[in-house]
């Protein structure tokens, strides 16, 4: 393993974007040796994870096409981070000067909305960042050999990026590369660590860093109603796990905010009526002669952004300045009990509430297609002859369906 390491980091004084018999060479250690090598340790692996061996993925890349100047090989939980951009993951870091490689518990640098992958920004990258490391303090107080930065000496933007997703990490000179039982035995620790990331995922209501789950959830329906196929690598997580809420969950969340505003006003004087299963916004306020429209968004996020529909949007717009917007933010959620429970968060209230275009996201559109509009002179090549011809293009017109404020 030692020698399969320094042989790599003596190929990338080499490093060419062309695939030249010294990349080729460092292809194959990358790609083929290393993680063949590593998979005969699957089951220490896995019981560092907690996962049950054909859970635990082993993986190594040095570029799909154009051979990159950072070559990795990783080991994952498949269903945790089923794509090296997206999830926690521990990867093995060649610098770019093949001085040192490092052993990095990091993390992908995207998030599959439903129609794209989004890039996450270098702040959100370190706000998950630091939700991590106070998690794994106890297991790293005993290691002052662990890094919190890279020197990766890389001189393209894809080889810096690995600066911002590191949690932790080991690093190895060349001149004084350990043997293969001191590097399994930090590839044990290290995936023991990533273990404990992933237990606190499935169990946070939200990451800091993390898209706001109403939104996401949003975005990924609206892809989904569009008929948008989303690639292997960006298969939805479980429900319950990182950003994902159940249907449970989400009801747990709707209960608490809704709670928690009735309690805000009935502490203010109003008379407090629940009107959510019949209106378009969730509470009905009176107070002698005035009268309030109270639309209630609970979220386990930090609450930068929710999820309107158009007819809440509408009907807000109408019932200006009697209307407020009331946003319970950074709930909590218990995730171990048998029914989830919501509790905590802090109540932010907007009223009078003044919905501008500018503060409003489209998410999706329903487009008017006159699909049975025929066209003069547009004959169909596959339709039966008893079909009509095919009709035309025509002018549609696109309308809001779903809206959001941007963060």
Same mark, same amino acid.
């Given at each position: ?25 460092? $292809? &194959? #250690? ?39 100047? #950072? ?24 610098? $770019? ?16 909305? $439903? %129609? ?13 960042? $630091? ?10 107080? &005993? ?19 690995? %600066? ?8 190895? !000179? ?61 298969? =939805? ?86 209307? &407020? ?5 950074? #709930? ?5 009990? =048998?029914?989830?429970? *919501?509790? %905590? ?6 009223? =009078? ?29 596959? !339709?039966?002859? *008893? ?5 035309? =293009? ?14």
């Amino acid at each position: 393993m030692d020698d399969l390491m320094g042989k790599v980091l003596d190929l990338q004084t080499s490093w060419t974007a062309s695939n030249t018999k010294e990349m080729q060479e460092r $292809g &194959a #250690i990358v790609r083929r040796k290393l993680p063949s090598l590593l998979r005969e340790h699957t089951v220490q692996l896995a019981a560092g994870l907690d996962l049950d061996p054909m859970e635990v993925g082993v993986q190594g890349s040095d570029g799909t096409g154009l051979k990159t100047e #950072i070559p990795w090989v990783r080991v994952f939980g498949r269903d945790q981070s089923p794509s090296a951009t997206t999830g926690w993951y521990v990867v093995y870091l060649f610098s $770019g000067s093949g001085e040192r490689v490092y052993l990095s518990l990091n993390q992908g640098t995207t998030v599959w909305t $439903g %129609g794209v992958f989004k890039p996450r920004k270098a702040e959100d990258l370190r706000a998950r960042v $630091g939700w991590a490391r106070p998690l794994l303090e106890s297991a790293t107080s &005993a290691r002052p050999d662990l890094h919190t930065s890279l020197q990766l000496d890389a001189r393209t933007p894809l080889g810096r990026g690995y %600066g911002p997703g590191n949690v932790v990490a080991i690093e190895y !000179e060349r001149a004084a590369l350990p043997e293969q039982e001191t590097l399994l035995g930090d590839l044990v620790f290290m995936a023991g660590l990533l273990g404990a990331v992933y237990e606190a995922e499935r169990l946070a209501p939200h990451i800091p860093g993390d898209p706001t789950p109403e939104v996401l959830e949003a975005e990924q329906s609206a892809a989904r109603t569009a008929g948008r196929r989303a690639p292997k690598s960006a298969r =939805p997580r479980k429900a319950g796990q990182g950003y994902l809420l159940t249907a449970g969950e989400r009801k747990a969340i709707e209960r608490h905010s809704v709670q928690m505003a009735t309690n805000h006003f009935e502490a203010q004087g109003w008379v407090v009526k629940d009107v959510g299963d019949r209106e378009s916004f969730d509470l009905l306020l009176n107070k002698g002669e005035r009268q309030l429209h109270v639309e209630v968004k609970g979220t386990t996020s930090a609450g930068r952004e929710v999820i309107l529909t158009r007819s809440e949007v509408e009907k807000q717009r109408k019932y200006h300045p009697n209307n &407020a917007l009331v946003v319970v933010h950074s #709930i909590g959620l218990d995730r171990t009990s =048998p029914e989830p429970v *919501a509790s %905590g968060g802090v109540l932010h209230c907007t009223s =009078p509430w003044v919905i501008e275009a500018e503060d409003l996201k489209v998410i999706s559109y329903a487009y008017r297609t006159d699909v049975n509009t025929p066209v003069q002179g547009l004959a169909s090549s596959v !339709e039966p002859p *008893a079909q009509p011809a095919v009709p035309g =293009p025509r002018e549609g017109v696109a309308r809001r369906a779903e809206v959001a404020p941007p963060t």
